[in-house]
C-alpha cells in the first residue's frame, strides 16, 4: 500500500510513501531486538564512536536531506538547519553520556553487611512517533539518547512529511547503524503497530493522539514518554522593554509559520503599554515576508499539513465572528500552497477558539490586563501547559511571574527558549506531555530500568531467625 504525499509549497500529490505493512514490523522489530544484545554490549564508548559515525553520515547526506526536507516542509534554511542542528544534538549527549551512571557499591544503612549496586539496564527496543512540524529533528531528538543508553530504536515518520526517510535511512546504512535503528513508514496504523511492537514509547504530536498512544501503551503495561501540544502565553509587564519584546512576540510566533510546539499563542499586555505594544508589532509583522516565489527569501514558509489551514481559517472566523479585531494578515494566501501572513488580532476574549485550542500557525491575539495577578490567571486558565513566556523591567520580577505559571518551562526576557537552548531539565505540564524530561541528563537516563544488586556480605539470615520465639 502507498500513501500519496502533498507538497506544501505546490499543492500537488507529487510523491507517494510505501507503508511498512504489520508483518514487516514485525519482523523488523525482531531483527532489531537481536542486534541490540550486541549494541549493549558494545559499551557507552563504543556507542559513541557509532553516533559519531552517523553524524559524519549525515553530513556526507546533507545536501540530499536538507533538500527533501525542504520538499517535506517549503522552508529551506530551518531544512538545512534541521541537519546541522541533529548532527549538534548527536555531538552533545556523545560528549555528555559518558561515565553518567553511578555503578560503584554502597554500604547498607540498616544492615552494614549488606551492600548493593545500581545496574542501567536499557529497554530492548524503543518505539518513537514524530508529528510533521521539524521531521528530521523530532525523529531523532529522543532515538540518540536512546541509542546510546544500549536501545535498539525504531522510528515511524509522519506520513505527511516522508521524503526525508530516505536519505535518513541511507546515512545509517553508511554508519553501520541499520541493524539497531530502523526507520518504519506509514499512517496512524503503522503508528499503533509500532505501539504494540516496542518496549517503551517516545511520541510527538497532538492531544488526541498522544491519548491513543498512551492508552495502548498502559494495556501493553510499556511507559509511553508523551510531549504534546501547546498553547503557550506570553505576559508582557508595564516596564518591559518593548523593542525587545515586540522582537520576542513575533519570532516566537511567527517562526517556522508557528508550527512550532513551543510557539507563542496567546500574548498578554499589560494596560498602559498595550496600544503602544500593538502599534510596534503591527509594524513589525507588516515587514514579514513569505517565502514565496523564492524559496530563497523571506521569513514565512507554506502551511505544511492543509487541514492546518482549515483550523487557522476556522479560528479566525470565529474570533471575529464574536467581535476581535484582524490588525494584520487574516487570510491564508492560496499560491496552489497555503501561506498565512502574521495576523494580529485584538478584541480577544477566552471565549475564543484562537485562545484556547492550539492554533500552530502565525496568529498572535493580544489581550489587556490590569494586575499582574490578571495576567497569571489569564495565562494559567488552559488544558495546556508546555511552556510560556514573561517579559519585565527585570529578570527577578519576570522570575517571579514565572514560577507561578502552570508551564514546564518559562522564558523570561525573550520567548520559546526551549527551542533555541536544550540543556534546562523540563516536562510538560497538564495535557502537554507526559513523562521524564527529554532534556538534560534524564532525557538520557529515562531509557534505562534500574536494576539494584544487593549483596551479603556476612552470612544468610537463617529462618530460625524468624521463629516466633526468637528475639526479644
Ligand atoms: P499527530 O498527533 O496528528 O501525529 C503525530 C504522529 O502520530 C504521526 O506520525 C501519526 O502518523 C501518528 N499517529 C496517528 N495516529 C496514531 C495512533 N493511533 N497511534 C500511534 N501513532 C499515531 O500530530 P501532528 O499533526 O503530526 O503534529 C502536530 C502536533 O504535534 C501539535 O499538536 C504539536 O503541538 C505537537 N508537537 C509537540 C511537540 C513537543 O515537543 N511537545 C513538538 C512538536 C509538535
Given at each position: 500500500m502507498e500513501?500519496?504525499?502533498r507538497n506544501?509549497r505546490?499543492?500537488?500529490?507529487?510523491?507517494?510513501?510505501?507503508v511498512t505493512?504489520?508483518a514487516?514490523?514485525?519482523?523488523?522489530?525482531?531483527?532489531?531486538?537481536?542486534a541490540?544484545k550486541?549494541?549493549r554490549?558494545?559499551g557507552?564508548?563504543?556507542?559513541?564512536?557509532?553516533l559519531r559515525?552517523?553524524?559524519?553520515a549525515l553530513?556526507?547526506?546533507?545536501?540530499?536531506?536538507?533538500?527533501?526536507?525542504?520538499?517535506?516542509?517549503?522552508?529551506?534554511?530551518?531544512?538545512?538547519?534541521?541537519?546541522?542542528g541533529?548532527?549538534?544534538?548527536?555531538a552533545?549527549?556523545?560528549?555528555?553520556?559518558?561515565?553518567?551512571?553511578?555503578e560503584?557499591?554502597?554500604?547498607?544503612?540498616?544492615?552494614?553487611?549488606?551492600?548493593?549496586?545500581?545496574h542501567?539496564?536499557?529497554?530492548?527496543?524503543?518505539?518513537?512517533?514524530?508529528?510533521?512540524?521539524?521531521p528530521?529533528?523530532?525523529?531523532?531528538?529522543?532515538a540518540?539518547p536512546?541509542l546510546?543508553?544500549?536501545c535498539?530504536?525504531?522510528?515511524?515518520?509522519?506520513?505527511?512529511?516522508?521524503?526525508?526517510?530516505?536519505?535518513?535511512a541511507?546515512?545509517?546504512l553508511e554508519?553501520g547503524?541499520?541493524?539497531?535503528?530502523?526507520?518504519?513508514?506509514?499512517?496512524?496504523?503503522t503508528?499503533?503497530?509500532?505501539?504494540?511492537?516496542?518496549?517503551?514509547v517516545?511520541?510527538?504530536?497532538?492531544?488526541?493522539?498522544?491519548?491513543?498512544?498512551a492508552?495502548?501503551?498502559?494495556?501493553?503495561?510499556?511507559?509511553?514518554f508523551l510531549?504534546?501540544?501547546?498553547k503557550d502565553?506570553?505576559?508582557?509587564?508595564?516596564?518591559?522593554?518593548?523593542?525587545?519584546?515586540?522582537?520576542?512576540?513575533?519570532?516566537?510566533?511567527?517562526?517556522?509559520?508557528?508550527?512550532?510546539?513551543?510557539?507563542?499563542?496567546?500574548?498578554?499586555?499589560?494596560?498602559p503599554?498595550?496600544?503602544?505594544?500593538?502599534?510596534?508589532?503591527?509594524?513589525?509583522?507588516?515587514?514579514?515576508?513569505?517565502?514565496?516565489?523564492?524559496?530563497?527569501?523571506?521569513e514565512?514558509?507554506?502551511?505544511?499539513?492543509?487541514?492546518?489551514a482549515?483550523?487557522?481559517?476556522?479560528?479566525?472566523?470565529?474570533?471575529?465572528?464574536k467581535?476581535?479585531?484582524?490588525?494584520?494578515?487574516?487570510e491564508?494566501?492560496?499560491?496552489?500552497?497555503?501561506?498565512l501572513?502574521?495576523?494580529?488580532?485584538?478584541?480577544?476574549?477566552?471565549?475564543?477558539a484562537v485562545?484556547?485550542?492550539?492554533?500552530?500557525?502565525?496568529?498572535?491575539?493580544?489581550?489587556?490586563?490590569?494586575?499582574?495577578e490578571?495576567?497569571?490567571?489569564?495565562?494559567n486558565?488552559?488544558q495546556?501547559?508546555?511552556?510560556?513566556?514573561v517579559?519585565?523591567?527585570?529578570?527577578?520580577?519576570?522570575?517571579a511571574v514565572?514560577?507561578?505559571?502552570v508551564?514546564?518551562?518559562?522564558s523570561?526576557?525573550?520567548a520559546?527558549?526551549?527551542?533555541?537552548?536544550?540543556?534546562?531539565?523540563?516536562?510538560?505540564?497538564?495535557?502537554?506531555?507526559?513523562?521524564?524530561s527529554?532534556?538534560?541528563?534524564?532525557?538520557?537516563?529515562?531509557?534505562?530500568?534500574?536494576?539494584?544488586?544487593?549483596?551479603?556480605?556476612?552470612?544468610?539470615?537463617p529462618?530460625?531467625?524468624f521463629?516466633?520465639?526468637?528475639?526479644?
Amino acid at each position: 500500500m502507498e500513501i500519496p504525499v502533498r507538497n506544501p509549497r505546490t499543492g500537488q500529490m507529487d510523491h507517494r510513501v510505501a507503508v511498512t505493512d504489520t508483518a514487516t514490523l514485525m519482523d523488523i522489530a525482531a531483527r532489531l531486538r537481536l542486534a541490540q544484545k550486541g549494541w549493549r554490549a558494545l559499551g557507552v564508548e563504543g556507542r559513541v564512536a557509532a553516533l559519531r559515525r552517523l553524524a559524519d553520515a549525515l553530513a556526507r547526506h546533507q545536501e540530499d536531506l536538507a533538500g527533501a526536507l525542504t520538499m517535506d516542509t517549503g522552508r529551506a534554511r530551518i531544512a538545512r538547519m534541521e541537519v546541522d542542528g541533529v548532527r549538534g544534538s548527536i555531538a552533545g549527549w556523545c560528549a555528555t553520556v559518558p561515565g553518567q551512571l553511578p555503578e560503584a557499591w554502597i554500604q547498607g544503612r540498616s544492615n552494614p553487611a549488606i551492600r548493593h549496586a545500581p545496574h542501567w539496564v536499557p529497554y530492548e527496543l524503543v518505539g518513537v512517533i514524530s508529528p510533521w512540524n521539524f521531521p528530521l529533528t523530532l525523529s531523532l531528538i529522543d532515538a540518540i539518547p536512546a541509542l546510546l543508553a544500549g536501545c535498539a530504536v525504531m522510528i515511524k515518520p509522519s506520513e505527511v512529511t516522508p521524503r526525508f526517510a530516505g536519505p535518513l535511512a541511507a546515512a545509517i546504512l553508511e554508519a553501520g547503524l541499520a541493524p539497531v535503528l530502523a526507520l518504519v513508514c506509514g499512517d496512524g496504523a503503522t503508528g499503533q503497530a509500532l505501539v504494540d511492537a516496542v518496549d517503551c514509547v517516545c511520541f510527538t504530536g497532538s492531544v488526541p493522539t498522544g491519548r491513543k498512544v498512551a492508552v495502548r501503551a498502559a494495556q501493553r503495561l510499556i511507559p509511553a514518554f508523551l510531549e504534546l501540544g501547546g498553547k503557550d502565553p506570553l505576559i508582557i509587564l508595564d516596564g518591559a522593554n518593548l523593542d525587545d519584546a515586540v522582537t520576542a512576540a513575533l519570532r516566537g510566533s511567527v517562526l517556522a509559520t508557528g508550527q512550532a510546539c513551543q510557539s507563542l499563542e496567546r500574548i498578554y499586555v499589560a494596560a498602559p503599554i498595550h496600544d503602544e505594544f500593538v502599534a510596534r508589532l503591527v509594524a513589525a509583522a507588516s515587514k514579514v515576508r513569505l517565502n514565496f516565489p523564492d524559496i530563497g527569501q523571506g521569513e514565512i514558509g507554506p502551511i505544511i499539513f492543509d487541514r492546518q489551514a482549515d483550523i487557522l481559517r476556522q479560528q479566525i472566523a470565529d474570533a471575529r465572528a464574536k467581535g476581535a479585531m484582524v490588525l494584520t494578515g487574516g487570510e491564508v494566501v492560496d499560491h496552489g500552497g497555503l501561506w498565512l501572513p502574521p495576523t494580529i488580532m485584538t478584541g480577544v476574549t477566552h471565549d475564543m477558539a484562537v485562545m484556547r485550542e492550539e492554533t500552530f500557525g502565525p496568529i498572535l491575539p493580544i489581550m489587556p490586563f490590569v494586575t499582574v495577578e490578571q495576567a497569571i490567571a489569564l495565562a494559567n486558565d488552559s488544558q495546556y501547559g508546555l511552556s510560556a513566556a514573561v517579559f519585565a523591567a527585570d529578570l527577578d520580577q519576570a522570575a517571579a511571574v514565572g514560577r507561578l505559571l502552570v508551564a514546564g518551562a518559562v522564558s523570561l526576557n525573550d520567548a520559546a527558549l526551549t527551542a533555541l537552548f536544550h540543556e534546562a531539565p523540563k516536562q510538560s505540564f497538564r495535557d502537554s506531555g507526559l513523562g521524564p524530561s527529554r532534556m538534560g541528563m534524564e532525557g538520557y537516563t529515562r531509557f534505562f530500568r534500574r536494576q539494584a544488586l544487593i549483596a551479603q556480605t556476612g552470612r544468610p539470615a537463617p529462618l530460625s531467625a524468624f521463629a516466633e520465639e526468637a528475639g526479644g
